[in-house]
């Protein structure tokens, strides 16, 4: 009788805790970039401060748009990045949670792409380097839920 050859285990990438060292990295760096993001944003106060300037400054005498109008634009427009920027910040330090704790795979992944799509250097580097290092297979098996 001719027995199949053993399965062999999926392949090993460096040292045998190699894929822990690179989760914890990327949850530090997930970290970073949500800090940096969350600084960041705040600049964006200073539209909706000018904007509201803008809303309740006096007519313009040579008959051009409203100012209230482009105040209600800037302002619109200023808070609308401070909830963008807000909520990607708080999305990163959540995913450097569950990087950690190893949950939720399909939020990192997603987290991942979207770190790529917002378009800042940083956010691109992680995002890609999350993408490389959340599709191993046995990165994968490590999540769970």
Same mark, same amino acid.
């Given at each position: 009788?001719?027995?199949?050859?053993p399965v062999?285990?999926?392949?090993?990438?460096?040292?045998?805790d190699?894929?822990?060292?690179?989760?914890?990295?990327l949850a530090?760096?997930?970290?970073v970039?949500?800090?940096?993001?969350?600084?960041?944003?705040?600049?964006?106060?200073f539209?909706v401060?000018?904007?509201?300037?803008?809303?309740f400054?006096?007519?313009?005498p040579?008959?051009?748009?409203?100012?209230?109008?482009?105040?209600?634009?800037?302002?619109s427009?200023?808070?609308?990045?401070?909830?963008?920027?807000? #909520?990607?910040? !708080?999305?990163?330090? @959540? +995913?450097?949670? *569950?990087l950690?704790? =190893?949950?939720?795979? $399909?939020?990192?992944?997603?987290?991942?792409i979207?770190?790529i799509?917002?378009?800042?250097?940083?956010g691109? #580097?992680?995002? !890609?380097?999350?993408? @490389? +290092?959340?599709? *191993?297979p046995?990165? =994968?098996?490590?999540? $769970?839920?």
């Amino acid at each position: 009788m001719d027995m199949p050859p053993p399965v062999s285990p999926p392949p090993q990438y460096g040292y045998p805790d190699q894929e822990a060292e690179y989760l914890r990295w990327l949850a530090i760096a997930y970290r970073v970039v949500g800090g940096i993001a969350g600084c960041c944003v705040n600049i964006f106060w200073f539209h909706v401060l000018f904007g509201t300037g803008f809303m309740f400054a006096p007519d313009s005498p040579r008959g051009g748009p409203p100012p209230a109008v482009i105040g209600m634009l800037f302002s619109s427009m200023g808070l609308l990045f401070i909830a963008v920027g807000y #909520a990607f910040a !708080i999305c990163s330090w @959540i +995913v450097a949670r *569950r990087l950690e704790e =190893r949950k939720q795979w $399909t939020f990192c992944f997603v987290m991942s792409i979207v770190s790529i799509v917002v378009g800042n250097l940083p956010g691109i #580097a992680l995002g !890609i380097l999350g993408l @490389i +290092v959340l599709l *191993r297979p046995t990165v =994968r098996s490590r999540f $769970t839920a």
